[in-house]
């Protein structure tokens, strides 16, 4: 089946400063990429979403770039705030059955 | 639109007594999701259906674990016997089947 792995698992930055986080995945039938948000206590929110036949898409300050030759997709934060820190997993699959990352702790520090 | 409703927000039982959580998905959308978030697995398709019916359920974990949509506007995830590994959120999510997943708030769950 689908694996996903996402990197890394924790990542620290002053506002104002750019974060990306990166997933590799390992089935190339996958062609939906889309990036979750999670806050304390809180389901995970859609934040930004991909398609195969797409290399890139930007929505403000977010922004998923896809390179489906090397499997791998990732998230762009720009001009970071101190809301941005949260708990981001990418996730992918064919259809409707997602296969979720591990999860990226981001913290912005003020 | 309220968005996807979970009860109980937690539940705190005692090993083999049976749970049900339960979800009300977004009007309309004709898909629904049970998911299961722990930190060692993260985040787990358990069981999904279309139209009210199950389509795929090989991620549920054993028999103790059923699911039911009796109609579009309702589903129930039973454990039954509950037990301690059982501890984890319970997320359900709902969709129109374009990939987009809107996830309720969650069932946190504790089995003593």
């Known amino acids: 089946g689908e694996n996903v792995e996402q990197h890394p698992s924790t990542l620290s930055v002053q506002e104002g400063d750019s974060a990306v986080i990166k997933c590799t995945y390992s089935?190339?039938?996958?062609?939906?990429f889309p990036w979750y948000k999670q806050e304390l206590g809180k389901g995970p929110q859609l934040i930004i979403d991909?398609?195969?036949?797409?290399g890139e898409k930007k929505d403000q300050r977010i922004a998923v770039t896809l390179n489906k030759t090397a499997k791998h997709f990732s998230l762009h934060i720009t001009e970071t705030q101190p809301e941005d820190s949260a708990v981001y997993f990418c996730a992918t699959g064919d259809g409707n059955k997602l296969v979720f990352g591990a999860g990226t702790i981001l913290r912005v520090k003020s | 639109d309220a968005g996807v409703i979970q009860s109980p927000r937690h539940e705190v039982t005692e090993m083999g007594q049976e749970v049900t959580l339960r979800c009300k998905p977004i009007?309309?959308?004709?898909?629904l999701f049970w998911y299961r978030q722990t930190m060692m697995r993260g985040l787990e398709l358990l069981i999904y259906f279309n139209n009210n019916v199950p389509i795929d359920d090989s991620g549920m974990p054993e028999d103790r674990f059923s699911a039911k949509m009796p109609n579009a506007s309702f589903s129930t995830l039973k454990i039954q016997p509950s037990e301690p590994r059982d501890s984890a959120v319970y997320f359900c999510a709902s969709s129109l089947g374009t990939g987009a997943l809107f996830f309720g708030e969650g069932s946190r769950l504790t089995v003593l």
């Open positions: 089935d190339s039938a996958s062609n939906y």
């Open positions: 009007s309309g959308h004709d898909y």
């Open positions: 991909i398609r195969s036949n797409v």
